[in-house]
Structures are given as structure tokens and as C-alpha cells.
């Protein structure tokens, strides 16, 4: 089978809700990561054959095929076609899957993977609720579905109740889940500070650096704020926050790193997705990382970097537990309780972070995992070239 390469990455900040970002149209950001990547490769954009973008909620200013919206709004060549995935928190990793398996199939040589979202502009319930009371539909994707009741009855679906499962499930404490978030603060900030995010960014709109880190947080302040449910553990302080941005990454083909005179930066060496209960729904990023790690006859040790996406701390929390990972090789950088999380854009963010990672420190393999709705993960593990 062909290899496939990632020869570039790029992101814009990440922006916090209501901050820089927030009233720049979803194709506007999504355009300035791909001018930036682009500009950055030196290939010539008609080359391109297929734009491969996450986003979710796909209403409003993000409808469309916001893939191709953005490619068009970048100023780039039109009969370069684009096409945008859902898979949830995880779409835009799945964007990265769907760019290496067409190169790897060798249908394709050079193809753009990403993703976008404006979380500000258009509020992660706006697609689960305010549409469909639009449209007068049945709240919510599940009611009214009689296969689904007959499989999982009438119980409540929502990323928080999972989270709360988690933390029940796997014995996490309150206070283990703020004393991880202050460390994803802590950890961001110190990557700020040193200038590790530097290369990764294309500032934009006067936003130079991401806008969620708290250098003025503390355990403190965190253990005064209320619980999300009655009787429950997490609080806001421990889950990812809204944001927005956007995230592209170049992937080739030996054929086309030749052709165009690219260096391969990272070669994909595995690719998968699982799913498990999607009522506890977060936990999937657990039997999806064993599942890559067998098939691909790795350990968990193997890898130098890892990023999971902390859109709870219990999600990490109870990961780490499960595969013995080493903490201070998990989001050593800080996560999505730091650094925010905009949807649509998170998996190529997490992946570009990952590749400048293992630029940064030699190491040799990186494994990126995320939870997603559904009770679905995917994994990645790349090799830094």
C-alpha cells in the first residue's frame, strides 16, 4: 500500500467565545488557514485534488459544504471540488482519515485535510434544538425514532451525562478532575510562554496566540463553582471550552512529494475508528486506542507524544487509567479545558499540535485519539520523518 504524508499543517488561534474570532464568518476562518497552508507548502493550489473539512452544526453561515465555501472564499482555484464530514467532536480527524486513505488507495496524490467551526457564532444546541423547533421536527435526533427506543428507550443523551458516567464509572474524584484541569492551564501556558505553539499559528485578525488559557486560575476558584448537575462531580472549570478556529494540514504522496519538491514531515501509520455505548458516549476513546494499539502491534510506551481531547477531564482521566499511559506524555502541551475546544476544527488542531511535538522534542511516533458523539473514537499514530 502507498504511504501518505503530512508535508504541512497550519492553524489559526483559538479563539475564546465572544473573543477575537467570534464574529468572523466559519468560510473566512477556514479560508485563512488554507491561504496559510497554501502559502506555507509552495504547491500549486490547482494541484489539489479534493478539500476534506470537519464541522458540525452545519446550519446558518456553516451550511453549504462549508469545505468548499471556504476553499472558494481563500480565493483559490474552482474546479478544486470540497466536501465536509460529521463525525462529531472528531470530524475533522476523520477529515485527516478520509485524505490519507484516498492517498494511501492511490486515487489521489495531494489532498487538503481540515476542519472549521465558530462556536460563538452558532452554539453547539442551535443544530439539536433551535433548528429543528424551527422546523417544527421532533426535538433532538433520537425521539420518535422506534428503533432507537426499542434499542435504548427514552434515556437521556448528552455529552455531560456521559461524563458524569465516566467519572462514576472509573472512581474519578472532583477534585482529580480540577487537579487536571489546572494543569492543562498550566501546561498551556507554559507553551505559550516558550514559544512552542509559534510555528503551528497563523495569527489572524489580531489574534496572534489561543485565547483560552487562565494564567489567573487556581484550585481554589474552581472549587467554589457549582456542579453542571445535581449531586454531580464536574463542573464548568473541567470541561473544554467554547471556541472558535480552524485547522488545515497537506497530505501527499510519494509520487507528488517528488513531483513538487516537498518533505514529508510525518508519514501515517495507522488510521482506525471504533465505537462503544452511546449513552455513556466518551468512553469510546478507550477500546479504540487498544483496538489501533493490537492492530498495529504497538504499545502505548511506543509513543513519544499523545493527545486525547479533554472534552472532560473524566474522559483523560479514566484513558489513562485503562492504558497506562504516561501523564506527562498525555496533551503535554495542555487540552481543550485549556486551550478551547471549536468543534469542527479540533482534530486537525490536535494533530497539528501533535506533529510540532514531536518536531520539538525528536521523539519518533505520536498517537491522537478523541471522543465522539455516538459513543465513536478515532485514532491516528503518525511517525515523525
Not at 82 to 107: E, I, K, N, P, Y
Not at 121 to 126: G, V
Not at 362 to 374: D, I, V
Amino acid at each position: 500500500m502507498a504511504e501518505a504524508y503530512i508535508v504541512e499543517a497550519v492553524r489559526t488561534p483559538v479563539g475564546r467565545r465572544g473573543g477575537g474570532l467570534s464574529g468572523v464568518h466559519p468560510a473566512d476562518l477556514g479560508a485563512h488557514a488554507l491561504t496559510q497552508l497554501m502559502s506555507r507548502s509552495g504547491v500549486d493550489p490547482a494541484a489539489v485534488e479534493d478539500v476534506v473539512f470537519g464541522c458540525l452544526d452545519a446550519v446558518g453561515p456553516q451550511a453549504g459544504d462549508i469545505a468548499r465555501t471556504c476553499w472558494l472564499a481563500a480565493g483559490l482555484p474552482e474546479e478544486v471540488p470540497g466536501v465536509t464530514v460529521d463525525r462529531q467532536c472528531g470530524s475533522s480527524q476523520q477529515a485527516l482519515h478520509f485524505a490519507a486513505q484516498a492517498v494511501m488507495s492511490g486515487t489521489s496524490d495531494l489532498v487538503v485535510a481540515g476542519g472549521v467551526q465558530n462556536m460563538s457564532m452558532i452554539p453547539i444546541a442551535y443544530a439539536s434544538r433551535g433548528a429543528t423547533d424551527a422546523l417544527g421536527l421532533t426535538e433532538g435526533p433520537y425521539a420518535g425514532s422506534r428503533g432507537w427506543q426499542a434499542r435504548y428507550g427514552g434515556q437521556d443523551v448528552s455529552q455531560f451525562r456521559g461524563a458524569e458516567m465516566i467519572a462514576r464509572d472509573w472512581d474519578i474524584s472532583r477534585e482529580d478532575m480540577e487537579a487536571f484541569a489546572f494543569e492543562s492551564h498550566q501546561r498551556a501556558v507554559r507553551a505559550i510562554d516558550e514559544g512552542r505553539f509559534d510555528r503551528e499559528i497563523a495569527p489572524f485578525e489580531g489574534v496572534t496566540t489561543d485565547e483560552g488559557p487562565r494564567r489567573d486560575t487556581s484550585l481554589e476558584k474552581m472549587a467554589k463553582l457549582k456542579t453542571l448537575e445535581e449531586g454531580g462531580r464536574l463542573t464548568a472549570a473541567v470541561a473544554s471550552q467554547i471556541s472558535d478556529g480552524a485547522a488545515a494540514l497537506l497530505i501527499a504522496s510519494e509520487a507528488a512529494v517528488k513531483a513538487h519538491g516537498l518533505r514529508p514531515r510525518a508519514r501515517v501509520h495507522h488510521l482506525s475508528a471504533r465505537g462503544e455505548d452511546p449513552i455513556r458516549m466518551l468512553s469510546a476513546p478507550i477500546p479504540a486506542t487498544a483496538y489501533a494499539l493490537k492492530k498495529s502491534g504497538m504499545s502505548i510506551d511506543d509513543m513519544a507524544a499523545v493527545e486525547i481531547n479533554e472534552a472532560f477531564a473524566s474522559v483523560v482521566l479514566a484513558w489513562l487509567k485503562e492504558t497506562g499511559a504516561d501523564p506527562a506524555k498525555v496533551n503535554p502541551n495542555g487540552g481543550a479545558i485549556a486551550l478551547g475546544h471549536p468543534l469542527g476544527a479540533t482534530g486537525a488542531r490536535l494533530m497539528i499540535t501533535l506533529l510540532h511535538e514531536l518536531e520539538r522534542t525528536g521523539g519518533r511516533y505520536g498517537l491522537q485519539t478523541m471522543c465522539e458523539g455516538g459513543g465513536q473514537a478515532n485514532v491516528t499514530v503518525i511517525e515523525r520523518l
